[in-house]
T-cell receptor, first 112, second 113 residues
Framework: DADVTQTPRNRITKTGKRIMLECSQTKGHDRMYWYRQDPGLGLRLIYYSFDVKDINKGEISDGYSVSRQAQAKFSLSLESAIPNQTALYFC???????????FGPGTRLTVL | KQEVTQIPAALSVPEGENLVLNCSFTDSAIYNLQWFRQDPGKGLTSLLLIQSSQREQTSGRLNASLDKSSGRSTLYIAASQPGDSATYLCAVRSEEYGNKLVFGAGTILRVKS
């Protein structure tokens, strides 16, 4: 089984709808991240969490919120989706002793 | 603000060629630099990580170099294979941003058989 899983893998929704993207990990890492990727741009950080009680805004947090339900779960919500939030969304985890981040397979979100 | 640029944006080569992907960053105050591979539907996989005190790292046919003072890194792929076709992303962890990674836009590589 994959160490970092994301659900759903694909989602099409309409403007104004509330959407939740979920991320689960079995690596036992405290640190979790949400990124979005747009064509021609690198991954940009939306939110990150270094433990269950820690939530921090990233570079592009406007229009998004997160919830860290447990060490293994980190959810990203779009309260009222808009078309320019159409993108590929990645969840990642990391261990503070090792610099590498481990990524999920991504969620492709389309907002019509 | 740290910015990461990758050149070229896309590259198509015949199988067997050696190739170089380039990454540049604007702020040399970095902890480390990583090269990732991105395959469709599979997320990102870390290939090589170079600490700021290191000059290069090697893994199989891959060699990554780092010139921190000039803000440059290269990823060298020897004897390319069709299975190397993917998007390659460079990311830096810079002192300004703590533990967060700043990514380049990537190089899309196609190796033709």
């Amino acid at each position: 089984d994959a160490d970092v899983t994301q659900t759903p893998r694909n989602r099409i929704t309409k403007t104004g709808k509330r959407i939740m993207l979920e991320c689960s990990q079995t690596k036992g890492h405290d640190r979790m991240y949400w990124y979005r990727q747009d064509p021609g741009l690198g991954l940009r950080l939306i939110y990150y969490s270094f433990d269950v009680k820690d939530i921090n805004k990233g570079e592009i947090s406007d229009g998004y919120s997160v919830s860290r339900q447990a060490q293994a779960k980190f959810s990203l919500s779009l309260e009222s989706a808009i078309p320019n939030q159409t993108a590929l969304y990645f969840c990642a985890t990391s261990d503070p002793l090792v610099d590498t981040q481990y990524f999920g397979p991504g969620t492709r979100l389309t907002v019509l | 603000k740290q910015e990461v640029t990758q050149i070229p944006a896309a590259l198509s080569v015949p199988e067997g060629e050696n190739l170089v992907l380039n990454c540049s960053f604007t702020d040399s105050a970095i902890y480390n630099l990583q090269w990732f591979r991105q395959d469709p539907g599979k997320g990102l996989t870390s290939l090589l990580l170079i600490q700021s005190s290191q000059r290069e790292q090697t893994s199989g046919r891959l060699n990554a170099s780092l010139d921190k003072s000039s803000g440059r890194s290269t990823l060298y792929i020897a004897a390319s294979q069709p299975g190397d076709s993917a998007t390659y992303l460079c990311a830096v962890r810079s002192e300004e941003y703590g533990n967060k990674l700043v990514f380049g836009a990537g190089t899309i590589l196609r190796v033709k058989s």
